[in-house]
Every structure is written in structure tokens, then in C-alpha cells.
């Protein structure tokens, strides 16, 4: 059987005419005549009703054409496939990553994926948890680090990280001379919100209510080293991830662990279930699932 024969009757199939199959696929009629004759001849059936004005499949042609519709779409991402095998040394990737935190993980990956495929450009575009999922609706990334939940229907996940979340306050702050704190303890307490676009924020918020009360917001900001810096300068306390306090000695903060509720903070990798990946895209999924980054401290 010819890969051609079956092209040929997908097409004859799809415009229901030899003369514009002919047309579309450059090839005169009677040799797409002869082809799709020797495959009947090799089948032992008859494919197409040449009876009516319009050719119309038979009941086998039906069947024959659905399968061959997968046997060329199985060709063609086979074709793609290798093509992109042999050009993944001139790929490049697009990735959307959370400011400071992912940053701090992923040096060390891009250096040994890069001397592995040196040939490959990872290009890094920031953006808040939320803005990543939504960048990458639009098609502007081909897959981002954003924090846990998102929709597994929608995304595959590879877990990156998980921590816990601790308060930071100032040194002369009450709470310093404490190693835990009950989330209901803050009530009264001067909040530092990330702006709702981070999904900290969100998750910050829904613990309080969750807790029995709605925080005072002192400030907002998107930046995470001006928040640590206005807890340093007493103006409010912050609920941020372990990692992150843990870098914070040259300030005069003190982070404290929350015993009720426990709050995990979980870094995820994500890409579409539905949308195509490059081959190079793929393969650094793969790089960092075999590769997994250390924790940040």
C-alpha cells in the first residue's frame, strides 16, 4: 500500500470530486483515477460510489477513510516530529515565571539544560501566578511557574516546590519572642497584601476569613523585597513563604511559624493539556521533572 494512495482518496473523499482534488493536489485525474483504483483492487473493495454527480463513499470507504485520516495525521506528527529532533539545537522556549522566588530556582536548571542543548533560547518573561495562566490562554508563553491551585483540567502540573508560610514581623515586634502563632491571633494585626493579581493574595485573604476575621490592609504592593522592607520598618506584618524569610537576616525581621492553619505555599510548572509543545519545550519539562530545582535559602 502507498502512502499516496491513501492521500489521494482522503482528498477525492474531503471535496467529493475528482476535478478538485486534482486541482488542490497538483496531480492530473487520471493518475488520482489509477491510484485509488489499485488500492480497491488491493483492498478487494470498492471505496467511492462513482455513480452520482457528487462521488459519495461507500459503507467500507467510510471506514477505510477514517483510518486512513489517522495513518496520515500519525505521518505527519511523525514528520514533525523528526524535523524538530533534528532543529531542537535551534529551538527556544518561552516561559512565564513569578518574580524573585522562581528566580531564585532556576539558575542552576537553565545552566545544565543549556549545556545540554546550547543551541536552544530559554527566554524568561515575568509575571504574576495569575498573569501566567493568562498569558499562556493568549498563546505569549508556552509554559509557567505559577503557585498551586490551578485547573487541572486545563494544565498538566509538575510540582516544583511546597513550604509553608510563615508571618514576618519587625524584631521589636510582640509576635518576635514567638517560634508559632494561631492566624486568629493577627486579627488586630496591620496587614502587608500582595496585590490581587499574586495569588498569595488570595490566599492570605481567604485564611482570615476562614479564621473568623477580614485583615486590616495597611499597604499593597507587588514587589516582594518592599513589602519585607515595610515589615522591617514596622508598618505592618506579612505572611510570606519560608524560603523567602529565610534570605531575609540582613533585615530586621523575624518570621514566625503558624500553627493553626497550616498554609502551603506549592510552586508548580504548567502547560497546556490541549496545545501543541515544540519539541524543545517538552524536553526541558522533562529536563526539570529529572532535574528537580533545590529549595531556595
Known amino acids: 500500500m502507498d502512502i499516496r494512495q491513501l492521500h489521494y482518496f482522503a482528498e477525492v473523499a474531503k471535496h467529493k470530486n475528482f476535478t478538485k482534488a486534482s486541482q488542490v493536489l497538483f496531480v492530473s485525474q487520471p493518475s488520482i483515477s489509477k491510484m485509488i483504483k489499485s488500492l480497491e483492487d488491493e483492498?478487494?473493495?470498492t471505496l467511492l460510489d462513482r455513480s452520482e454527480r457528487e462521488v459519495v463513499l461507500t459503507d467500507t470507504g467510510k471506514l477505510v477513510h477514517e483510518k486512513a485520516?489517522?495513518?496520515?495525521?500519525?505521518?505527519?506528527e511523525?514528520?514533525?516530529?523528526?524535523h524538530e529532533l533534528v532543529q531542537v539545537q535551534r529551538g527556544s522556549v518561552k516561559m512565564g515565571i513569578m518574580p524573585t522566588i522562581s528566580a531564585l530556582l532556576f539558575p542552576n536548571i537553565i545552566a545544565g539544560f543549556k549545556e545540554r542543548y546550547p543551541g536552544i533560547e530559554i527566554q524568561m518573561i515575568e509575571y504574576s501566578a495569575k498573569q501566567v495562566e493568562l498569558q499562556m490562554e493568549q498563546?505569549?508563553?508556552?509554559?509557567g511557574v505559577t503557585v498551586l491551585p490551578v485547573n487541572t483540567r486545563r494544565y498538566e502540573t509538575v510540582s516544583l516546590l511546597a513550604e509553608e508560610l510563615v508571618v514576618i514581623v519587625n524584631r521589636q515586634h510582640w509576635l518576635a519572642g514567638r517560634t508559632s502563632v494561631r492566624l486568629a491571633e493577627l486579627k488586630n494585626e496591620p496587614f502587608i497584601l500582595f496585590t490581587k493579581e499574586f495569588a498569595l493574595h488570595d490566599v492570605v485573604w481567604q485564611a482570615c476569613l476562614q479564621a473568623g476575621f477580614e485583615?486590616?490592609?495597611?499597604?499593597?504592593?507587588?514587589?516582594?523585597?518592599?513589602c519585607c522592607e515595610m515589615v522591617a520598618s514596622q508598618l505592618g506584618i506579612s505572611l510570606i513563604p519560608r524560603s523567602m524569610a529565610s534570605r531575609l537576616h540582613h533585615l530586621a525581621v523575624h518570621p514566625v511559624s503558624i500553627s493553626h492553619p497550616q498554609m502551603a505555599w506549592e510552586l508548580a510548572l504548567i502547560y497546556p493539556r490541549d496545545k501543541y509543545l515544540s519539541y524543545a519545550s517538552r524536553e526541558f519539562i522533562a529536563y526539570i521533572q529529572a532535574n528537580p530545582p533545590n529549595q531556595p535559602g
Open 43 to 45: 483492498l478487494g473493495v
Open 215 to 226: 485583615p486590616e490592609v495597611a499597604h499593597m504592593t507587588s514587589l516582594w523585597d518592599f
Open 139 to 143: 498563546g505569549n508563553i508556552d509554559f
Open 78 to 82: 511523525l514528520t514533525s516530529s523528526v
Open 69 to 76: 485520516l489517522n495513518i496520515l495525521q500519525l505521518l505527519e
